[in-house]
């Protein structure tokens, strides 16, 4: 974390003789862009600190695997947009945690969302994608007293959301007992777990580099979400007493 803010620190601040600052600059460089493998994926956008479990299949993501697992064990994820047929611009590296290959060659691995990046470049496309790319950071615009209060409205309002889908399935909910607190965490945590086909809302919050404007995105779409919950929670309670209402009216008989 913080590898953009070196690099910007780095050249502006240092005082070093000029063979000196030259060095330091190159190691800034090689931290803030790197070549990194990519692997696209349709409509799958990793987030930081998310746990993606993946089957490695094709040839060339075989060779992708070997290739990083003799190095960093990292790649990229980037979202493949099977509509436009085009990969996102930002994507999330993944680090492999642990690798079981199977005897066809096959392999199954878990990896762990790190840090996000922009791609600058393809340098390569075979035998699998490698692109030049550089590492995102947010940025903090609001006072901290500010993102305290809304990482609690944001908070509450998935509180709400949870509780209202666990009433309308019969099936009590809660949150989990390790939801980050921290604002930028809680963000990132909330993205990876929104419902149904959302690729399109993920990849934006994915891109935003404010860890308020995230978050305020977030309590937007938790909010319609909420008060359409609460609509259809409302229906079915009413349903419910209407149907408990003529259960219990007594028929007449017949004398």
């Known amino acids: 974390d913080g590898i953009g803010d070196i690099g910007v620190t780095g050249v502006q601040t ?5 063979s000196l600052g030259i060095q330091r600059f190159r190691r800034v460089v090689e931290l803030a862009v790197r070549e990194l493998p990519l692997f696209p994926l349709p409509d799958v956008v990793l987030f930081p600190q998310e746990v993606l479990p993946l089957h490695i299949f094709e040839a060339r993501y075989r060779m992708m695997l070997r290739t990083v ?9 980037v979202r493949w947009d099977p509509q436009t047929r085009r990969m996102a611009d930002v994507g999330c590296c993944a680090e492999i945690l642990h690798c079981q290959t199977q005897e066809d060659d096959r392999s199954n691995i878990v990896t762990l969302g790190q840090q996000r990046f922009r791609v600058l470049d393809i340098v390569r496309e075979a035998p699998f994608r490698v692109a030049m790319v550089s590492w995102l950071e947010d940025e903090v615009s609001d006072s901290h007293q500010d993102l305290e209060a809304l ?38 945590w909330i993205g ?11 990849q934006a919050l994915l891109e935003i ?12 779409l938790l909010d ?3 008060r359409q919950l609460a609509a259809r929670t409302v229906l079915q309670d009413t349903f419910r007493d209407r149907d408990g209402d003529d259960n219990s009216t007594p028929h007449g008989t017949d004398g």
């Open 151 to 188: 990482t609690r409205e944001v908070t509450a309002a998935l509180k709400d959301v949870v509780e209202l889908t666990g009433k309308l399935i019969g099936k009590p909910s809660a949150l989990p007992s390790d939801l980050p607190d921290l604002p930028r965490e809680l963000s990132f």
């Open 224 to 226: 319609q979400t909420r």
């Open 192 to 202: 990876a777990h929104l419902g149904g086909p959302v690729a399109d809302h993920q």
């Open 69 to 77: 697992m003799a190095e960093d064990r990292r790649f990229g994820v």
């Open 209 to 220: 580099t404010d860890t308020g404007e995230r978050l305020r995105r977030e309590l937007d």
């Open 14 to 18: 240092c005082a070093l003789p000029i």
